[in-house]
């Protein structure tokens, strides 16, 4: 699967949102610097690259994601874990609380969560 752009992974996460939605009704999900012809030409691009699919209405499209949301995340988390941690969450929750992104709480509820699911 294709690494999208910052801007193309905005706009995905917007129709993820969505669901369905014209391009007009994206606009003001998106930050301010977001115009419609912009968007418009990034939801163009996500149709050629086969992320997004669309129903015409005449002249105007209303667009929806053909890829999911999980399915995109487990594709560049297991890129990101391969890439950078070894294939470790080990190391890469030991990144986290290196660079201060998670606290002990986080990782208690964390040790909660697993423990859990080993019961």
Do not use: C
Not at 6 to 31: C, G, I, N, R, S
Not at 77 to 86: C, E, I, Q, R, W
Not at 91 to 112: H, Q, T, W, Y
């Amino acid at each position: 699967m294709e690494k999208l752009t910052k801007k193309e992974e905005e706009v995905m996460q917007v129709l993820w949102d969505l669901e369905k939605a014209f391009v007009k009704e994206m606009v003001p999900h998106l930050d301010a610097g977001n115009h419609y012809n912009t968007v418009s030409t990034i939801v163009r691009k996500l149709v050629d690259k086969g992320f997004v699919g669309y129903e015409a209405f005449g002249k105007t499209h209303r667009y929806f994601p053909l890829v999911e949301k999980t399915a995109y995340r487990n594709t560049f988390v297991s890129n990101a874990m391969s890439n950078y941690f070894n294939n470790s969450y080990k190391n890469m929750v030991s990144f986290f609380a290196k660079e201060e992104k998670i606290s002990a709480g986080e990782l208690r509820e964390i040790l909660e969560m697993i423990e859990s699911k080993e019961k």
